[in-house]
């Protein structure tokens, strides 16, 4: 957010940034949302609250896109809407676990996670992770997490993840399922990056194919496009159902009206060809990315299975001269005005050998701020 700060800053001064800090696709919501969403505006539509689970119809078609997707049966009365997925991690966090509680997460990771948790005063444990396990948990970081503090409430999991990229295959989102059903730990499923998936032998897979006493959080926000709508939702276990239900009639009252209504049109054919064009937009920035990533000063990068993230390590000569991926990234925004995000965010141990670059920005963007920072390394004698 600092560098958010420093980039807003900069164009305020007339300099032309190149941002590549900010999760967020260009390219707004599929065209009949935006049409549906104006003609009730239009129509003068009253937005009272909704029920606080959200309105039937709109569960209704979530529960049809996880039959059609993951061929999943549930029933709507287990999916709950809510101010994005962030909403959800608030409503998950308090339903499933007691204060002093034990959550696991992978390190990198989505610093919301650990803030919230820790926020609640529960005790987040990092399980570190590195490139020879994507990035991703396993039973066996689980084993050893449990051997160490004794016990383990809960784990949170992304896949898609921030700020990798990396995915879980079928097999191994299973394992950890099963493991957390065997010792009594809720798994969390952030499963917000859904869609955006660029390997065809690692298809995104919903951890209630494997256990219906987990949390799914998800939203409209990415592969959609709608990050300011606020609409995500929640798959919730039978025995959780009433306790977010009282929680999100008190925390939010409801998820926004207007965006529930309009996305009923987001998973016509017409809108989910839209989506998926932007996935293979993305692709093909990806590539780029990857074809170029010694010009960016890296030495290797995570495998960016999905999302739209490129989490890069820092050649040695690289960070001999900057010290760390801050200042990496510190020079690059000054110098080459690119802004990327150093790892530290992610991964406060062993982030600052890291950078996040994220490709939502589109080819054009990627391509102009590669040469800038391949000139910049070029002027430190440090191309690559
Ligand atoms: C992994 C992950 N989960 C959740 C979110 C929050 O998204 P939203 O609240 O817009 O659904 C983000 C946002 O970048 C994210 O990267």
Same mark, same amino acid.
Not at 2 to 18: E, F, H, P, W, Y
Not at 33 to 49: I, M, P, Q
Not at 98 to 103: A, I
Not at 108 to 131: F, H, K, M, R, W
């Given at each position: 957010?600092?560098?958010?700060?420093?980039?807003?800053?900069?164009?305020?001064?007339?300099?032309?940034?190149?941002?590549?800090?900010?999760?967020?696709?260009?390219?707004?919501?599929?065209?009949?949302?935006?049409?549906?969403?104006?003609?009730?505006?239009?129509?003068?539509?009253?937005?009272?609250?909704?029920?606080?689970?959200?309105?039937?119809?709109?569960?209704?078609?979530?529960?049809?896109?996880?039959?059609?997707?993951?061929?999943?049966?549930?029933?709507?009365?287990?999916?709950?809407?809510?101010?994005?997925?962030?909403?959800?991690?608030?409503?998950?966090?308090?339903?499933?676990?007691?204060?002093?509680?034990?959550?696991? =997460?992978?390190?990198?990771?989505?610093?919301?996670?650990?803030?919230?948790?820790?926020?609640?005063?529960?005790?987040?444990?990092?399980?570190?992770?590195?490139?020879?396990?994507?990035?991703?948990?396993?039973?066996?970081?689980?084993?050893?997490?449990?051997?160490?503090?004794?016990?383990?409430?809960?784990?949170?999991?992304?896949?898609? !993840?921030?700020?990798?990229?990396?995915?879980?295959?079928?097999?191994?989102?299973?394992?950890?399922?099963?493991?957390?059903?065997?010792?009594?730990?809720?798994?969390?499923?952030?499963?917000?990056?859904?869609?955006?998936?660029?390997?065809?032998?690692?298809?995104?897979?919903?951890?209630?194919?494997?256990?219906?006493?987990?949390?799914?959080?998800?939203?409209?926000?990415?592969?959609?496009?709608?990050?300011?709508?606020?609409?995500?939702?929640?798959?919730?276990?039978?025995?959780?159902?009433?306790?977010?239900?009282?929680?999100?009639?008190?925390?939010?009252?409801?998820?926004?009206?207007?965006?529930?209504?309009?996305?009923?049109?987001?998973?016509?054919?017409?809108?989910?060809?839209?989506?998926?064009?932007?996935?293979?937009?993305?692709?093909?920035?990806?590539?780029?990315?990857?074809?170029? =990533?010694?010009?960016?000063?890296?030495?290797?990068?995570?495998?960016?299975?999905?999302?739209?993230?490129?989490?890069?390590?820092?050649?040695?000569?690289? =960070?001999?001269?900057?010290?760390?991926?801050?200042?990496?990234?510190?020079?690059?925004?000054?110098?080459?005005?690119?802004?990327?995000?150093?790892?530290?965010?992610?991964?406060? !141990?062993?982030?600052?050998?890291?950078?996040?670059?994220?490709?939502?920005?589109?080819?054009?963007?990627? !391509?102009?701020?590669?040469?800038?920072?391949?000139?910049?390394?070029?002027?430190?004698?440090?191309?690559?």
């Amino acid at each position: 957010m600092d560098i958010v700060d420093r980039v807003s800053t900069l164009r305020a001064q007339g300099i032309d940034v190149i941002s590549l800090c900010v999760g967020e696709p260009g390219g707004g919501a599929p065209v009949a949302v935006n049409a549906a969403a104006a003609k009730l505006h239009a129509e003068g539509a009253d937005f009272g609250y909704t029920p606080t689970r959200g309105l039937p119809e709109t569960r209704a078609a979530l529960a049809e896109h996880y039959a059609r997707q993951y061929s999943v049966q549930l029933p709507a009365e287990n999916i709950v809407m809510t101010t994005g997925s962030s909403g959800a991690f608030q409503l998950a966090f308090l339903a499933a676990f007691d204060p002093g509680d034990v959550v696991a =997460l992978a390190r990198p990771g989505y610093p919301a996670y650990a803030n919230i948790l820790s926020a609640l005063g529960l005790q987040v444990v990092d399980l570190a992770t590195g490139e020879e396990q994507r990035f991703q948990p396993t039973v066996a970081s689980l084993e050893a997490a449990l051997a160490e503090h004794g016990r383990l409430d809960g784990l949170v999991i992304a896949s898609p !993840a921030n700020p990798t990229g990396t995915m879980l295959s079928g097999a191994e989102l299973a394992e950890l399922a099963h493991w957390c059903q065997r010792h009594g730990a809720r798994l969390i499923s952030d499963e917000i990056y859904h869609g955006i998936e660029f390997d065809p032998q690692r298809p995104a897979h919903t951890a209630w194919e494997y256990s219906r006493e987990s949390l799914v959080v998800s939203s409209f926000s990415k592969f959609w496009g709608m990050t300011g709508w606020r609409l995500g939702w929640m798959l919730v276990p039978d025995d959780l159902i009433c306790a977010v239900d009282a929680l999100a009639s008190n925390l939010a009252l409801c998820a926004p009206a207007p965006a529930q209504r309009a996305v009923l049109h987001a998973f016509s054919p017409a809108s989910m060809a839209e989506a998926r064009k932007r996935v293979t937009e993305f692709a093909a920035t990806r590539e780029l990315v990857m074809q170029n =990533l010694a010009r960016l000063g890296f030495d290797s990068a995570a495998p960016a299975d999905g999302a739209f993230y490129l989490y890069g390590r820092l050649a040695p000569r690289v =960070l001999e001269r900057f010290t760390s991926a801050s200042g990496y990234c510190r020079a690059v925004l000054d110098e080459a005005r690119v802004a990327l995000t150093p790892g530290n965010d992610f991964d406060p !141990a062993t982030g600052d050998r890291y950078v996040r670059l994220s490709f939502a920005a589109g080819p054009m963007a990627i !391509a102009q701020a590669i040469e800038r920072i391949d000139g910049f390394l070029t002027r430190y004698g440090l191309a690559g």
